[in-house]
């Protein structure tokens, strides 16, 4: 499992609560390579782009 894959299902795990959704996002940062960083950035913006509680987080993290 790469480290894309696995914080794909933190995020997911996580997402009912902003506060940790976006903590967990910031350190994805650290985790992914550059590469897998532009397919992070997509998978959230298509996974949670619409969900209220996660507008901030992506906006933080530049998406969208």
């Known amino acids: ?7 794909k299902i933190i995020l997911e795990k996580v997402s009912f609560d902003p506060r940790i ?9 650290n ?3 550059k590469e897998e960083y532009g ?3 997509a ?7 619409k969900r ?3 507008k901030t987080s992506l906006t933080e993290f530049n998406v969208g």
Request: aromatic share 16%; proline share 0%.
């Open 1 to 7: 499992m790469t480290m894309l894959e696995y914080t």
């Open 21 to 29: 959704f976006r903590k967990e996002l910031r350190k994805s940062v």
């Open 31 to 33: 985790y992914v390579t």
């Open 39 to 41: 397919h992070l950035k």
């Open 43 to 49: 998978w959230v913006k298509q996974k949670f782009g």
């Open 52 to 54: 209220d509680k996660t």
